[in-house]
């Protein structure tokens, strides 16, 4: 009897152990396929999806203006015509300012708080407040005013003569007059850029001197002759690593000839002609608008003979081609958000908007003997 019981002992003892292998494997085991040899979806093992997020949608660019106000000085009318235009939408005539004699040549303060325009003929100088549309206060200047130019701060206002000795600085808000800056020679333009705020550029008109590009230093009060003749025009390229000079600056005598400048020594860099073309002017900083074209390799030269305005690339000095406009082609100012060039021509009188990626004009709107002409973004 006990080997018999030892016996069943021993049975009993193996089929418990049989039971917890079979429970212990049926936590561990996977199920066993359907029929047909095709994994059960229902009860298989669930992988983790790699997560792929929907992409964005890229934000719209807030608009920099809600209307981009043009400022057009017309000569024969003695007044400062307006036109107005929403973004990549069509300029039309919205207001007439009446100023002095002969509005000429214009500037626009960097902050796009006020604008410039000399009155050559009246020896004065009108600001325009953009928003209001109208002159708030008219400065008697030197005689016959020409250059005119703003601070890269918004402070100052600095207005050249053709006719007397000194540039005319003024304090922008009270339009004091301040101490002349006195150069000993009659001025035509002036150049002033946001990466050398204290060099003044003038050059020198109705003068048998000698030098004809030179730089007031804003805070030496010195001047350095750079030594160049028949200079008409000074501005900086777009980067401000270099100054361009045109010459002639009388439309009965052309001439294709420009000259480079390093500004840092303030010497002639180099000398090229644009064969068949007759260089004028370019936009300006501090002067003809606070908007620029964002493609920094080109500058836009208005063009005499053409007549017209080039695309120039002026690091290779090389023209890459010309919008053709009417006669007689001065000063450009920029729209970026339609991306287009408004340019005068005084001769047949036109303000022309030009589309940047065609250069092509898709636009004029009549301005009596149009000149100067300055942009200003409204919000």
Known sequence: MTAVRACLALA??????????????????????????????????????????????????????????????????????????????????VQRIPVGTFPHQMAV?????????????????????????????????????????????????????????????????SWRPQSPLVVGVPQHVLTIGTKRPNDLYFTLTNTSQNDHLRVFDLVTKRVTNIKVSDVHDAYFTPDQS??????????????????IYDPDTKTVKEEIHLRGHYPFHTEKENQDGVFFLADRSIMLLSDHLGPGLMWMDW????ILGETFLGKQPFHSTYDPEGDRVLTTTNEDGMVNVIDVRTRQVTQKVPVTKAHGIAAVGIP
Request: with cysteine; glycine share 6%; hydrophobic share 35%.
């Open 242 to 259: 270099e100054v361009w000079s045109s010459s002639s600056g009388f439309l009965d005598k052309p001439s294709d000839r420009m000259v």
């Open 12 to 93: 009993l003892a193996a089929l418990v152990a049989m039971s917890c292998s079979i429970s212990l494997g049926s936590e561990t085991l996977t199920t066993p396929e359907p029929s047909g040899g095709q994994p059960d979806a229902s009860s298989a093992p669930l992988a983790t999806p790699s997560a792929t997020p929907a992409p964005e949608p890229s934000p719209t660019p807030t608009p920099r203006y809600s209307k981009l106000r043009v400022f057009v000085a017309s000569e024969s009318t003695n007044q400062v015509w307006v036109l107005e235009g929403p973004p990549r939408g069509s300029f039309g005539l």
């Open 315 to 318: 690091k290779a000095r090389t």
């Open 109 to 173: 303060s960097p902050d796009g708080k006020w604008v410039a325009v000399n009155n050559r003929i009246a020896d004065s100088t009108s600001i325009i407040d953009p928003i209001a549309m109208k002159e708030v206060v008219r400065i008697r200047v030197g005689k016959q005013p020409h250059g005119i130019t703003f601070s890269p701060d918004s402070k100052t206002l600095y207005v050249a003569h053709e006719r007397d000795t000194y540039i005319q600085p003024i304090e922008v808000g």
